[in-house]
């Protein structure tokens, strides 16, 4: 009997795999923790994502629904996570039928009778093993292959200035929202006439902020307070005109146009060390420089990334930088601290191989730590496997996408100030003294 291959998540990345091994007559069992399909992408569903529908679906998926009547969305509008999951992942799910299993938690993974240690001639010829946890309790599903596309929603990163939890961040939880809460909506009441302290410097960041003002100018008394833990400079707030994602650039312009009007108190940089009560508000403590402060506010929204959740993967041989937490062929790609430039030539399997045969991670999970993942990113790594696990090794090496660029690149760490914002041609321009340009000249890459 043939084995399926094993995909650990049924987002849109997941599922995008499963329709590629499908057209490649490949056997393969999606697993979604959650109660329904999507079950990250609908926490965020009142998020419009700032690529167009062109971008954020697969060739493969299409095809398979377009064979059942689908009619694809307008390619050059702008969906909402919960737009994504009803007009695209929900049919494709239905599509897919019976080899999406809901409900079923991957508990570990490991290769039959071996753990993680032991050596055999045959270990790349068994299969793989994974335990689960199901509404009708464990079990265990044996695969030729597995490909982890359960992405990062789960383990966002902490608000302390040291990568862990500050003192006083679990405590008071309960005022702590992570990502993009809805402020407009399921979360106005929390937001709406009071203080909210925004952590983060990235696309998440600059859409809470935006959803905060936009509540302000609905509730009198709203307040926002922006926090950076680097000095913003010439690229913090993106690429503008000259990225090529429009909407994008102008999430960033938009976010910097505030901040300059005042509408936004930004404090930057800022690290933040303690979290504590003080007459019903959250004293925030952290450090500008040698100088030690406090801010206060109601609520704490922070949008600082998210890292891999690695926990389940234990007996599993991986090979992460230990930086990035990706593969040590994609991480020089990707490290923010070496590539600036947020855009990442397409890669595929052989980029995403793991010394465990038959085990790859993709989609967002597949990025580590570090940022600026594209749904066409994971669209491109998920046709590279399918095509290496049915044996079309040329279709595996060969390049498929082509990537927007992002119109920001820091190219000298060590360079002088230079202008905000980037011309598409890279030339310099007078900085911006209220945003502390500090950045070194970039440009387009």
Same mark, same amino acid.
């Given at each position: 009997m043939t084995l399926p291959v094993a995909i650990i998540g $049924? /987002?849109?990345i997941g599922l995008a795999a499963a329709a590629h091994l499908r057209a490649r007559g490949q056997e393969a069992v999606v697993l979604e923790a959650g109660p329904r399909i999507a079950a $990250?992408?609908?926490e965020w569903g009142h998020v419009r994502l700032f690529s167009p529908w062109r971008y954020n679906t697969d060739a493969a998926a299409r095809g398979l629904l377009e064979a059942g009547g689908w009619t694809a969305p307008d390619p050059e509008t702008?969906?909402?996570?919960?737009e994504m999951v009803a007009q695209y992942l929900e049919p494709l799910a239905e599509a897919l039928g019976p080899v999406v299993r809901t409900g079923a938690r991957v508990l570990g993974v490991a290769r039959r009778d071996h753990g993680r240690l032991r050596d055999a001639a045959d270990r790349a010829a068994l299969p793989l093993m994974l335990h689960?946890?199901? =509404?009708? /309790? #464990? =079990?265990?599903?044996?695969a030729r292959a597995v490909l982890d596309c359960s992405g990062t929603w789960s383990r966002p990163n902490p608000a302390g200035a040291h990568g862990m939890p500050a003192p006083g961040e679990a405590a008071h939880a309960a005022r702590i929202a992570t990502g993009i809460p809805d402020v407009l909506g399921a979360a106005r009441a929390a937001h709406a006439g009071r203080t909210t302290l925004v952590l983060g410097g990235g696309h998440s960041a600059m859409n809470a902020v935006l959803d905060l003002v936009a509540l302000a100018r609905q509730a009198p008394g709203t307040r926002i307070l922006w926090a950076m833990r680097r000095a913003p400079d010439a690229i913090s707030f993106g690429g503008g005109a000259a990225d090529g994602l429009a909407a994008r650039g102008a999430l960033g312009a938009e976010a910097r146009a505030l901040v300059e009007a005042g509408a936004v108190s930004l404090i930057a940089p800022f690290l933040l060390d303690g979290i504590s009560e003080e007459a019903g508000a959250l $004293?925030?403590?952290?450090?500008? /420089? #040698? #100088? !030690?402060?406090?801010l206060r506010a109601d609520r704490l929204v922070t949008a600082t990334g998210f890292r891999p959740d690695l926990s389940f993967l234990g007996e599993v041989r991986l090979a992460l930088d230990p930086a990035v #937490? =990706? !593969?040590? =062929?994609l991480a020089p790609l990707i490290d923010p601290n070496l590539h600036s430039c947020g855009t990442v030539r397409p890669h595929g399997e052989a980029e995403l191989r793991h010394p465990e045969p /038959?085990?790859?991670i993709a989609g967002?999970?597949?990025y580590g730590r570090a940022p600026t993942f594209l749904l066409a990113t994971g669209h491109e790594q998920v046709r590279s496997i399918a095509a290496h696990l049915a044996g079309d090794l040329a279709a595996a090496r060969r390049v498929e996408l082509v990537l927007p660029e992002t119109g920001v690149c820091r190219t000298d760490t060590a360079a002088a100030a230079c202008c905000t914002p980037v011309t598409p041609q890279g030339a310099c321009c007078a900085p911006k003294p209220a945003l502390a340009a500090t950045a070194p000249c970039c440009g387009t890459p």
């Open positions: $049924a /987002g849109p $990250a992408m609908r702008f969906p909402t996570g919960a689960l946890a199901t =509404a009708r /309790g #464990e =079990a265990v599903l044996a $004293a925030i403590q952290g450090r500008q /420089g #040698e #100088e !030690t402060v406090t #937490e =990706a !593969t040590p =062929a /038959g085990f790859w967002m999970k597949s």
